[in-house]
């Protein structure tokens, strides 16, 4: 088996292989004749040239307290029916991280459909992306704020809106910063994004402080639902602003589904004890290299302390080994130290939990992803999991 870059003249096959694995559609569009830029995809070869299995990776980056991490995001792993069980997926992933670290990656989430292939691999389930359904009815009404202009925004308000996005997203860790990479328009929009109906904008004095884009749905009885991809606010002003134009729905679309970013302005004005949850995705997530994934992100800048750890990582084999973290002043460095066998011995998904604060010490030792020497205290290890629990608002 040949695990290569995916060219121009494999994109029809590998369309198809993910047709299948995904349950798409068939398509007479014409294959794209470039791969799709700010990706990089990975194949699988039999002998006979065919392809068997692809992994894409996605060149984001992610948000960490503060600073942009570059990351290999992963999508589309496929792998042929007659070809799974034999490690295709496990040879893809290998090789997707090792170039990932050539480019210069630093971390990785993905979206499993089957959590023990990504397990094998390093990653592990760190959060989830929920939707939640709300009573458009039961969200509270406010009179309009003075001093706060709520309007409809088009094409031309889409990169105010995404300013707004980073001013409140970029101190949390693991969102996208949406910016590069795939997000990079080849031109100035001319159309809302495909399947958003709507961008509501709240300004004060012109100043964008909160938007919702949504999506309308169908019908107009008690099944139809209007469909909330971002609702996003700077204030509580403009976050009750918000709330009560969706509210303003109810007589025709009497629920209210949406991503929820987490305790924030708007959270705060949202009945959330009668929100009913729709779906979930939970995602995963893994270092592509340790050095980069520590010393990239922001760290609280009050703490200060040091760990040693050895690591052990089978598939990326440049992260293992014994290392001390040093935390101080909102930085942190990993340095590489002589093997100590009497260190606390550390794999790579606990490292994953950890980082991204899924999970603290002890509880990383009771799943067996932490070893520590008898009588030992592993809470020396919390000071990787220090900073917000790491979540995402993008489903890839």
């Not at 925004?153 to 795939?182: F, K, M, N, W």
């Not at 550390?346 to 990383?364: D, I, K, P």
Request: aromatic share 6%; glycine share 12%.
């Amino acid at each position: 088996m040949e695990i290569r870059p995916i060219r121009a003249d494999d994109l029809a096959e590998a369309g198809e292989l993910g047709r299948l694995a995904f349950g798409g559609a068939p398509s007479d569009a014409p294959p794209p004749r470039q791969p799709r830029p700010g990706t990089t995809g990975y194949g699988a070869f039999d002998p006979a040239g065919r392809l068997v299995g692809k992994a894409i990776d996605l060149h984001h980056e992610q948000w960490w307290a503060g600073r942009r991490v570059p990351a290999a995001d992963v999508g589309g792993v496929a792998v042929l029916p007659e070809a799974r069980g034999r490690g295709v997926a496990l040879a893809l992933l290998r090789e997707l991280l090792r170039g990932a670290r050539e480019r210069g990656a630093a971390i990785s989430a993905l979206y499993p459909t089957v959590v023990a292939p990504y397990r094998r691999a390093g990653w592990e389930v760190a959060g989830a992306l929920r939707a939640v359904d709300l009573p458009t009815v039961a969200l509270p009404r406010h009179r309009p704020a003075p001093g706060l202009t709520v309007r409809p925004g088009g094409p031309a308000d889409l990169d105010a809106a995404l300013d707004l996005y980073e001013s409140i997203v970029r101190h949390r860790c693991g969102p996208l910063t949406r910016r590069g990479g795939v997000f990079a328009p080849d031109e100035p929009p001319t159309a809302l994004p495909d399947g958003v109906d709507g961008l509501t904008l709240v300004e004060q004095e012109g100043r964008l402080t909160g938007y919702a884009s949504w999506q309308r749905g169908r019908g107009y009885d008690h099944t139809s639902v209007l469909t909330v991809h971002d609702v996003l606010a700077g204030t509580p002003e403009a976050a009750r602003e918000l709330v009560g134009v969706l509210a303003g729905w109810q007589s025709v679309a009497p629920t209210v589904r949406l991503w929820a970013l987490g305790p924030g302005a708007v959270a705060a004005q949202l009945p959330l004890a009668q929100a009913r949850q729709h779906e979930q995705r939970i995602w995963m997530h893994r270092p592509v290299d340790v050095v980069r994934a520590v010393t990239a992100r922001g760290w609280p800048a009050q703490l200060r302390g040091g760990v040693e750890f050895t690591l052990t990582d089978e598939i990326a084999p440049w992260n293992a080994g014994t290392w001390r973290l040093e935390v101080e002043g909102g930085a942190a460095g990993l340095h590489r130290l002589p093997d100590n066998p009497s260190a606390p011995q550390l794999s790579v998904r606990g490292f994953a939990l950890l980082y991204t604060g899924a999970a603290g010490s002890y509880a990383v030792a009771e799943a067996g992803l932490l070893h520590c020497p008898a009588g030992t205290d592993p809470s020396g290890l919390d000071l990787l999991a220090a900073g917000p629990p790491a979540s995402l608002l993008d489903y890839f």
